[in-house]
């Protein structure tokens, strides 16, 4: 990520204004704000831009992912820079603040952990994983809870910076609301690759069909994550398309569902990073992408789903790595790739689990075209509790 505009020349500020009821003053610049605590913006997260008096026009809503403004100020007693996430509506306006990225130079991984475990208490959980990072270097963690905040410090150590990041705690430790997703579990099944079926009372909801055994054309709705055969496959899709059908797709993908189009009710295309209601069904896209290799190029817009079920948020990633939106998700249930080559492997998958902490995680994408069975002992044993694995494939 790229510096402030401003980090050599010092921000321009204008007059500081007070916002809302309990909120920071920050000062205008032209390209983010300035505020004297950047640990202090974790109290903007599910807050709308007006109410943490962030001026519209210094938000960055361009970006293929989520929109941001950065925040210029202090970390620990040294100058660095935060930047804030938002949500993005389907209208495309600017949605409540989703989460917090804050970049600390001059403060070293040890000194960092001190201060916060100062601030918030011993961690809750911290290691080290020597799988991380591309280049074979380690990620140093530890993670906090402030109230209803989960705070994680990371360190790699081909990395001249930590990294701190917050966002709203995504775990409910609620019987009832764990004993909902057990049952929104039962739901979920997992065929070869990223196909997927899930059962609800919304409909029937299939995702990137592919190599189907039965031919049962009860989807009401029918989620496309990319165009690449073992996920856009039209002979599969006609096994399971009815003529109430709705098709989602990424909008790039638009000139060739000519292939199918005939067969469904109505076709929706979206783009990443956007809220959407479609028949009653509400789902975020989230951008889907690799960060080191080119099978699936950030610039083609291809996406993931988090789809809202029952008051749980179920997550299905498509073929993505640990991109900074995938580790922005908040979801009660993660489906996550693990086969690597063209994705994250079983290691790096568990990684993402580990940052982004739903109730459950499944893992998907692996035991044939890549993959081996055996990776999906290889993701369990590293996801972190209190996280649950469930493998679900079936043939």
Request: hydrophobic share 30%.
């Amino acid at each position: 990520m790229e510096k402030n505009s401003k980090e050599n020349e010092g921000p321009e500020t204008g007059s500081s204004d007070s916002y809302g009821d309990g909120m920071l003053p920050v000062n205008e610049t032209k390209d983010g704000i300035v505020i004297d605590d950047i640990l202090e913006c974790r109290h903007f997260i599910g807050k709308t831009a007006e109410e943490a008096g962030i001026p519209d026009d210094v938000i960055k809503k361009e970006s293929y992912g989520l929109p941001q403004v950065y925040a210029d100020g202090q970390i620990f007693g040294s100058k660095d820079y935060g930047i804030v996430y938002f949500t993005k509506n389907s209208d495309g306006n600017t949605g409540a603040i989703d989460s917090l990225w804050i970049h600390v130079k001059e403060t070293g991984f040890e000194k960092c952990q001190e201060k916060l475990q100062k601030l918030f208490g011993d961690p809750v959980s911290e290691g080290e994983e020597p799988y991380v990072e591309a280049n074979g270097g380690a990620v140093m963690w530890a993670d906090f809870i402030d109230g209803e905040y989960d705070i994680r410090l990371s360190n790699g150590s081909e990395r001249e910076y930590c990294e701190i990041s917050i966002s709203l705690k995504s775990g409910d430790d609620n019987k009832d609301q764990e004993e909902e997703s057990t049952a929104m579990i039962d739901n979920i099944e997992v065929f070869t690759q990223n196909s997927i079926r899930i059962r609800d009372r919304k409909g029937t909801i299939y995702i990137d069909p592919f190599q189907m055994n039965e031919t049962p054309n009860d989807a009401d709705y029918l989620f496309i994550t990319h165009e690449h055969y073992d996920h856009y496959s039209p002979e599969d899709i006609e096994k399971v398309v009815g003529d109430n059908t709705v098709i989602v797709i990424p909008e790039s993908m638009q000139d060739k569902i000519g292939d199918v189009s005939g067969k469904m009710r109505r076709i929706v295309t979206v783009k990443p990073g956007m809220f959407y209601e479609v028949d009653g069904l509400e789902f975020d896209t989230v951008a889907a992408y690799n960060t080191l290799k080119n099978y699936h190029p950030k610039s083609a817009e291809w996406v993931g789903y988090i789809l809202r079920l029952d008051d749980k948020r179920i997550y299905i990633a498509g073929d993505t790595d640990a991109t900074k939106e995938a580790k922005a998700v908040k979801c009660d249930i993660a489906l996550v790739p693990i086969g690597g080559t063209f994705t994250m492997n079983a290691k790096q998958a568990a990684g993402l689990i580990n940052d982004i902490r739903p109730e459950f995680a499944i893992p998907t994408h692996y035991g044939s075209v890549v993959g081996s069975p055996e990776d999906s002992e290889v993701f369990k044993e590293n996801v972190k509790e209190p996280v649950k694995v469930e493998v679900e494939i079936k043939q």
